[in-house]
Every structure is written in structure tokens, then in C-alpha cells.
């Protein structure tokens, strides 16, 4: 089973960045989708963004769009997710997911097969 594991999480002042990793156990990325998510405490999982299998397909929600970014090296098996002017609404474990045999690059948590542990993002002065 294609195993996912997100870092780079923390704690940040509001304006700062961070980025965040996600790394598959298989080579997949030229054939799954891969989305990040987040779910903040007693809120329900939202999309973030994703990134298809074939380059230049990306999804990014409007709440962040503008400030994060999706990119992806398929020879590391790894997404990144780099998130730039970050505030203190960004707080939240974000997971990375992978969806396999779609075309398409959805920000819908429940499209998505393979999850992540979550890291942990806290932005706050």
C-alpha cells in the first residue's frame, strides 16, 4: 500500500512561511493525484490544494490561493506544499492525501484514498 508521510510543520509568527513536505513510499506522482488538506479543531477537513499527475493540473482553494503553492519532484516521490504569508487562520494539521485513477485534481477529502499522519502548523504571535 503507498504510504505517505508529511514534516516540515511548526510554529510560525503570522506573515511567516513555511514548507511542507509530503513523501510517498512508491514512485507515484505520474499517476496519482495528491492533495493537501487541513482540519483545524472541531472544524471539518477542508481542501488546500493539489497537484495531478500530469504537470501544470493544480487546484488551489481561494482562501489560499495567492499565498501557497503546490509543487512536486516525482524523482523524490515528494510534494511540497510552500506556504508564504501565513495567518493565524492557516492553524491546522494539514495531511497529504493521494488519489489513484483520477485525471483530475479535486479539493474534496473524500475522493482521496491514501492519507497521511498530518503535521501540525500553528501560526500565531
Known amino acids: 500500500q503507498v504510504q505517505l508521510v508529511e514534516s516540515g510543520g511548526g510554529s510560525v509568527q503570522p506573515g511567516g512561511s513555511l514548507t511542507l513536505s509530503c513523501e510517498a513510499s512508491e514512485f507515484i506522482l505520474d499517476t496519482y493525484t495528491v492533495g493537501w488538506f487541513r482540519q483545524a479543531p472541531g472544524k471539518e477537513r477542508e481542501g488546500v490544494s493539489c497537484?495531478?499527475?500530469?504537470?501544470?493540473?493544480?487546484s488551489t482553494a481561494y482562501s489560499v490561493k495567492g499565498r501557497f503553492t503546490i509543487s512536486k519532484d516525482n524523482t523524490k516521490n515528494t510534494v511540497y506544499l510552500h506556504m508564504n504569508s501565513l495567518k493565524p487562520e492557516d492553524t491546522a494539521v494539514y495531511y497529504c492525501?493521494?488519489?489513484?485513477?483520477?485525471?483530475?485534481?479535486?479539493?474534496?477529502?473524500?475522493?482521496?484514498?491514501?492519507w497521511g499522519q498530518g503535521t501540525e502548523v500553528t501560526v500565531s504571535s
Open positions: 492525501a493521494a488519489l489513484y485513477g483520477s485525471n483530475w485534481c479535486p479539493l474534496t477529502p473524500t475522493w482521496f484514498q491514501e
Open positions: 497537484i495531478g499527475p500530469i504537470e501544470g493540473t493544480i
